[in-house]
Every structure is written in structure tokens, then in C-alpha cells.
């Protein structure tokens, strides 16, 4: 979750994204998942962010993160050496 805020602060820098955009981007990141009528959490993990896959903006928010990233890899890596793809 902190990746795709930063990831939407990025983008928010070239782009004009309203609150209720961020608000429905978020809202979309909530699984549910339910088991004899109750809500089912993993164990180990108690909050509800998810990308699943085949999710209708999974591509959309694949791509935001990725643009994120390649604008913070020339930092550490050498431009010619990184790239992003996404299958």
C-alpha cells in the first residue's frame, strides 16, 4: 500500500489525479473474501490491499507502479541496463 501512494504522489507530479480518484483507486485494492459466511484474512496478514490477478484496473496499476519504479532505478543503475515489462 505505502508503494502505490508513493507510486500516485509520482504520478500526481505530472498529472492531475483528484482525491476522489485516489479514493476509488484505493477502494479497488480491498479484497474480500469470505468462508462460511465470515470474512477470511490470511493468518499472517491482517490487511486488506490487494492487486489480484485479472482485477479490470490490474493493468492500470501495474503500469503506475512500474513507471514509478524505472523513474527510481537510474539512481542506482545504469539507464542502458533497465526496462519494464509486463506480460
Known amino acids: ?3 502505490l501512494n508513493k507510486d500516485i504522489a509520482f504520478a500526481k507530479s505530472y498529472c492531475n489525479i483528484s482525491e476522489n480518484d485516489i ?9 474480500l473474501l469470505f468462508h462460511d459466511k465470515q470474512p477470511w484474512t ?4 491482517n490487511n486488506d490491499f490487494d492487486v489480484p490477478m485479472g482485477c479490470f484496473d490490474g493493468a492500470e496499476v501495474c503500469e503506475l507502479v512500474g513507471t514509478y519504479l524505472l523513474n527510481q532505478l537510474p539512481h542506482s543503475f545504469d539507464k542502458r541496463l533497465i526496462g519494464l515489462y509486463r506480460d
Open 1 to 3: 500500500m505505502n508503494l
Open 23 to 31: 479514493t476509488i483507486i484505493m477502494h479497488a485494492r480491498k479484497k
Open 42 to 45: 490470511k493468518k499472517s496478514n
